[in-house]
C-alpha cells in the first residue's frame, strides 16, 4: 500500500498570506485527492489533482483561493493563498492505484490562520 | 451518489462485538459499498469493501443484504484501539474517477 508523506504537518499563519502543502506519495499512483476537515466533522472533497492538467474541483472550491499542481505520478501540492481564519482546518491528501482500488491518506497538515 | 445514514455515536466494551449498520436506499446497481476508519489525527484508513452478500478480511466483515438498501460492518472482540471514527461510503467509485464522498460516520467508543 501507498505511503504518503504530507509537509507541514501544521503551521500557523497570518491572514492574508499564502501556504503550501506537499504531498509525497512512495510510489506511483493514478488517482490523487485533496481534502479538508473541520475538527470533528467529516471530510470534504476540495479537488482531483490531475497529472499533467488542470486540477478537477469540487462546487464551492476554486483555482484561485486553492491552486494545485500535480507534475508527476508521486507529488502534489495544495496552496491555501489570501488566507482567513475561515480556512483553519485539516487539509489531507489522498491517493490510489486505480478507481475501484482503496484510497491512502496522509496524516493531514493542521492549519491555524490568525 | 447515493446518501448514506449511519448512527453518530456507539458505545461498546472490549471484548463485544460491533455492528455498525448504514442504510443507503437509493443505491444504484453499478454502487459499492466501502467502509473507511479514522483515528484522532490520522487520516482516514480503507477497512473493506464489497458489491453484495458477505465479506470478511483479517479485520472485520462487511455484511450485504439482497436489496443492498443497507449495509452491517462487523467488528469481532473490539478492543481499545479500536475507538476511532467508522464511515461508510457507496459510490460508482470506477465511473467517478476513485474520488470518495465521505458522510457523517459513526464515532465508536470501546471502554475497559
Known amino acids: 500500500s501507498a505511503v504518503i508523506s504530507q509537509k507541514p504537518s501544521r503551521d500557523i499563519c497570518q491572514r492574508g498570506t499564502s501556504l503550501t502543502i506537499q504531498c509525497q506519495v512512495d510510489?506511483?499512483?493514478?488517482?490523487m485527492f485533496w481534502y479538508r476537515q473541520q475538527p470533528g466533522q467529516s471530510l470534504t472533497l476540495i479537488a482531483t489533482?490531475?497529472?499533467?492538467?488542470?486540477?478537477?474541483?469540487e462546487s464551492g472550491f476554486v483555482i484561485d483561493k486553492f491552486p494545485i499542481s500535480r507534475p508527476n505520478l508521486t507529488f502534489s501540492t495544495l496552496t491555501v493563498s489570501n488566507m482567513s481564519p475561515e480556512d483553519s482546518s485539516i487539509y489531507l491528501c489522498?491517493?490510489?492505484?486505480?478507481?475501484?482500488?482503496?484510497?491512502?491518506f496522509g496524516n493531514g497538515t493542521r492549519l491555524t490562520v490568525t | 451518489l447515493a446518501k448514506t445514514t449511519q448512527p453518530i455515536s456507539m458505545d461498546s466494551y472490549e471484548g463485544q462485538e460491533v455492528n455498525i449498520t448504514c442504510s443507503h436506499n437509493n443505491i444504484a446497481t453499478n454502487d459499492y459499498i466501502t467502509w473507511y476508519q479514522q483515528f484522532p489525527s490520522q487520516g482516514p484508513r480503507f477497512i473493506i469493501q464489497?458489491?453484495?452478500t458477505k465479506v470478511t478480511n483479517e479485520v472485520a466483515s462487511l455484511f450485504i443484504p439482497a436489496d443492498r438498501k443497507s449495509s452491517t460492518l462487523s467488528l469481532p472482540r473490539v478492543s481499545l484501539s479500536d475507538t476511532a471514527v467508522y464511515y461508510c461510503l457507496v459510490g460508482d467509485f470506477y465511473n467517478q474517477g476513485g474520488k470518495l464522498i465521505f458522510g457523517q460516520g459513526t464515532e465508536l467508543s470501546v471502554k475497559p
Open positions: 464489497g458489491y453484495k
Open positions: 489533482a490531475n497529472q499533467g492538467s488542470e486540477a478537477t474541483y
Open positions: 510510489s506511483q499512483v493514478t488517482m
Open positions: 489522498s491517493a490510489g492505484q486505480g478507481p475501484n482500488s482503496p484510497l491512502h
